[in-house]
């Protein structure tokens, strides 16, 4: 049974003697393990069941440790760097050839990132190197925002929970590609948008995979809970009176005769409780677990991106 802690210190033992950590960050609770070491490393994938194709993003104290993974830092990436950490932005820069090839999985490029959460910054300073931090789910499951939904990821183990209480954002980082030769590209979306990093840039962002630019992670349906999720636009009545059938809406509800949660119409606030609003409805056991398309609007990009992985279109 996996156990929570506030103890930094505790916390920090755990990951210096390569064990697993789960770690809160202002996005989502991670699954940290010491960049540098391969056996730390080789138990992300394991407990996670996630293929050693996937790369992990490697989460800093501060951008001044950047250019220990990254071989070069182009201006671009310097100036979201001033920008936005620490926060929700994940860059893709060139790897520096002495970092593990376990982390970038064969790639020659590695995701950096510094996180927001205080929690995660002060660990991260106290351990003073990379920490690769993958989603703290089961490979293909909802990433979790609260301790309590990591727990239920990772039931039979006994790792390690630092207790940071439920996550600000919701959704994973915005990643960047910054390559030198290519294009500034957006490799995926967040609740930092594209247009902050263009306005920060100077450029518009490329879009989707190119050249050196893969995003293994991106290729799957995943996110998805395990009722059958359909999302809407006009709630079908059959639905409605359906006692075994769970909703998630986004303003204006309409009565049903299954439970149902309303996450509004904010886009802050609906991609911080959608994570958790999944978990919850999903847990019930329903037959059917159906969900209210948001509005649309570049606020909702990362929203509509996570809905479209965790659900298919009913109408
Ligand atoms: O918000 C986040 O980014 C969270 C928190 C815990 O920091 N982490 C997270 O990690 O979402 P993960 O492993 O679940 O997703 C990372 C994504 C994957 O789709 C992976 O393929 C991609 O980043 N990625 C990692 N390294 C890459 C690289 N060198 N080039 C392209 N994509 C990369
Ligand atoms: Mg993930």
Redesign the pocket.
Known sequence: MPTFTTDLDLACDRLRTGELLALPTETVYGLAADARNDAAVAKVFALKGRPSSNPLIVHLAEAAQATDWAAEIPQAARRLMEAFWPGPLTLVLPARDDISRAVTAGQDSVALRVPAHPLARELLQRFGGGLVA??A?RYMSI?PTSPAHVRQQFEDSDLLILDGGPCAVGL?STIAGLLPGEPPRLLREGMLTASQIETVLGEPLARGEAGELRVP?QHHRHYAPGTPTQRFQQAPSSALQDPRCAWLWCGDAQPSAGPALNLGNDPERYAQGLYAALYELDNLGLDRLLIQNPPEGEAWAAVHDRLARASRPLD
């Open positions: 993958p989603s789910n990433s994973e992670g």
